[in-house]
């Protein structure tokens, strides 16, 4: 018997963008003739376990359905938070048929470079875990906090934090269908402000799986980001 759960696959790109800066949605700013999402969608589409992805676009997006993309798409609406996007998805993906113990898989579109092994990497991990798992990089950097100032004024240290075992988080992440709307369900409910739906899990204390992923896995968020971005995806090609 088949115990392998299906993968249904989502890529969130209703947002705006505003770090960014640009006069289109960041996910459509185009490298090397192709926009993010269509990176983001043809990375997906490289993994063996993904035949079709949904992407959550926002409700006055025309940009979207015009593009072509390496493997069959399906709309869903997005939110104004980007939870909200995923819950969206995440609807849709019930709604068309999806079994409560089939995996769920969030990409950003901002993040177009990932490596197609660290896809694999995730799901595989998914699979093996009760709630699910996300990809993460260990953090290189010193880090500094500061002190909550006027942002007019000079900002200075107020302590170095201890870096060991602190990650930062990229996406995909990967997560059983069921556990996920019941999470973002607790979210919504007490209105718990989230960035990724990993924190939704760690909101109910529910153990949610660490995957080593590559740097080059960036999030193109502020107008530097894409020089780092165009050079990574040009030693992608
Ligand atoms: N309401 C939202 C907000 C974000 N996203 C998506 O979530 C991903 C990561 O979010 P982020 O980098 O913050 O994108 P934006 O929200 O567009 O950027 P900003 O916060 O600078 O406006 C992006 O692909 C974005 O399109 C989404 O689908 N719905
Ligand atoms: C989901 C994410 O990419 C993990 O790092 C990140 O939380 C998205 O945050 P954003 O503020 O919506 O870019």
Not at 100 to 113: C, E, F, G, N, S
């Amino acid at each position: 018997m088949n115990t392998t759960p299906r993968i249904h696959a989502m890529i969130v790109a209703a947002g705006r963008g505003s770090r960014f800066g640009a006069s289109m949605a960041k996910q459509y700013t185009l490298f090397q003739g192709q926009t993010l999402l269509q990176h983001s969608v043809a990375r997906l589409a490289c993994s063996v376990f993904i035949e079709q992805c949904w992407l959550v676009i926002a409700a006055d997006d025309t940009t979207a359905q015009t593009l072509d993309f390496t493997m069959p798409v399906q709309y869903a609406t997005g939110g104004a938070e980007r939870w909200q996007s995923v819950q969206a998805g995440v609807e849709a993906i019930r709604q068309s048929g999806a079994a409560d113990t089939d995996l769920v898989l969030i990409h950003d579109a901002a993040r177009p470079a990932v490596p197609s092994c660290d896809i694999d990497k995730v799901i595989t991990a998914a699979m093996h875990e009760p709630y699910g798992a996300i990809l993460a990089t260990p953090v290189a950097d010193t880090l500094k906090h500061s002190y909550a100032q006027d942002a007019r004024l000079p900002t200075y240290i107020a302590q170095t934090l201890d870096r060991s075992n602190i990650w930062q988080a990229q996406t995909p992440q990967v997560f059983r269908l069921d556990q996920l709307q019941k999470v973002l369900q607790h979210v919504s409910e007490q209105q718990i402000a989230i960035t990724d739906e990993a924190s939704a899990f760690e909101s109910l204390s529910l153990p949610i799986r660490l995957v080593a992923g590559s740097r080059q896995n960036i999030k193109l968020t502020y107008p530097d980001d894409a020089v780092l971005l165009s050079a990574i995806l040009s030693l992608q090609a």
